[in-house]
């Protein structure tokens, strides 16, 4: 939409330097580019701008409005100027009502972005990693809509930020997004995850969303072929939150992992898994 519109108001800047200026007409596709690339930097500048006004010391309670709003747009022209088509699957099984726990491996730093642009409605809010919030821009939007940073080598500060998401969740704030493993897949498999993420969906008494995604470590070589990529994202299934009471959390982490591993195939298994 963000792309498209600047588009339509290049084109029409440049038609009308054209008519009225000496310039020929031949020159409109020029005129057109230009516009468009000085119109794009505008774009970026006011983002940068809203984002400046944003205090990363100031405790976020409630999911922002405004900052999803310009965070949808923005995702949404980044995807296109990357070169990413995305091709979903299962999504109509999302949960229309209430809060739930998502769950999706993790190959490439694109990933939340995709999810975010594919689970619009849902008010997704992140567990990441707290060198995050130093991103350019981007910490700055996370904080915006509850994005929680978690300590990995700390169990006690992990253990807040569990206890928060549990919270967000109970109070109808966000839906989380967990990826299970702790880290993005530096070889593209599925590996071991962190049980106790888990223990958010349970004591929060909401459904798991298991989904997968692929190709997203294609980007960037792509990009620089100038070619698109084709991601695949699909929604495997939902664990309703009945059929987690009574479960220990390596019992859920085991299931959601043989969900994950059916639908992405035998190539994403680590070489342990493989060779058993």
């Not at 704030?173 to 993005?184: I, K, L, M, Q, R």
Request: aromatic share 6%; proline share 5%; charged share 20%.
């Amino acid at each position: 939409m963000l792309l498209k519109g600047i588009a339509v108001a290049a084109l029409i800047l440049a038609a009308i330097i054209c008519i009225f200026s000496p310039l020929s007409l031949w020159l409109l596709p020029l005129l057109f580019v230009a516009m468009d690339l000085c119109l794009t930097l505008i774009a970026f500048l006011i983002l940068w701008l809203l984002c400046r006004a944003v205090d990363m010391e100031k405790s976020q309670e409630h999911d922002s409005k405004f900052y999803r709003t310009v965070m949808d747009i923005y995702i949404e022209a980044l995807i296109s100027l990357v070169l990413v088509r995305v091709h979903t699957r299962g999504l109509e099984k999302t949960p229309k009502e209430g809060r739930f726990l998502l769950v999706c491996n993790h190959l490439f730093i694109a990933d939340p972005g995709i999810l975010l642009n594919c689970f619009r409605k849902s008010q997704l809010a992140f567990v990441t990693k707290q060198e995050n919030q130093s991103m350019f821009v981007v910490g700055k939007i996370m904080h915006k809509i509850l994005c929680q940073p978690i300590n990995r080598e700390n169990d006690r500060e992990a253990l807040k930020t569990i206890l928060k998401c549990i919270q967000l969740l109970k109070d109808d704030e966000v839906s989380v997004c967990v990826f299970p493993e702790g880290y993005t897949s530096k070889d593209g498999k599925l590996h071991s995850f962190r049980p106790g993420v888990f223990k958010i969906a349970q004591k929060a008494g909401v459904p798991i969303v298991v989904c997968t995604i692929q190709n997203t470590r294609q980007i960037l070589p792509n990009l620089k072929k100038l070619k698109h990529t084709d991601v695949e994202l699909h929604l495997v299934d939902v664990i309703p939150a009945q059929e987690l009471k009574g479960k220990t959390t390596v019992e859920i982490s085991d299931r959601v992992y043989q969900m994950m591993l059916a639908d992405l195939g035998p190539d994403f298994a680590p070489p342990q898994a493989q060779n058993t």
